[in-house]
């Protein structure tokens, strides 16, 4: 496992899982303020943004599908983290007490 490292070959991997990681920071800190925000002032409710997680994640899958070299998977791949924490965070306030 150590030669990888050192030929290179694991570098692209370590990206994209770092890439998740902070997609999915990302996500979860800008969605629930936002949904928060948006649910008492504007009275938006809160399944709508959960669709738009969806349609951020069918979008980055889209991406991921497409022929796009290494930067299509790390642009596919944090659109996949962001979607990912921002469903994350509202599935808790959307079940059933």
């Known amino acids: 496992m150590g030669a990888a490292w050192h030929d290179g ?10 890439l998740f990681a902070v997609g999915n920071g990302l996500g979860r800190l800008v969605a629930g303020p936002l949904s928060d925000f948006t649910h008492r002032r504007q009275t938006c409710p809160r ?5 738009c997680a969806t349609f ?4 980055a899958h889209a991406v991921l599908a497409m022929p796009l070299g290494t930067e299509g998977l790390y642009l596919g791949v ?3 983290g962001c979607s990912f924490g921002s469903v994350r965070q509202r599935k ?3 079940t059933p007490v």
């Open 92 to 94: 808790k306030d959307t």
């Open 78 to 80: 944090f659109c996949v």
């Open 9 to 18: 070959m694991c570098a692209p991997q370590a990206a994209a899982v770092s």
């Open 56 to 59: 951020l994640m069918a979008v």
């Open 47 to 51: 399944p709508l943004w959960l669709c």
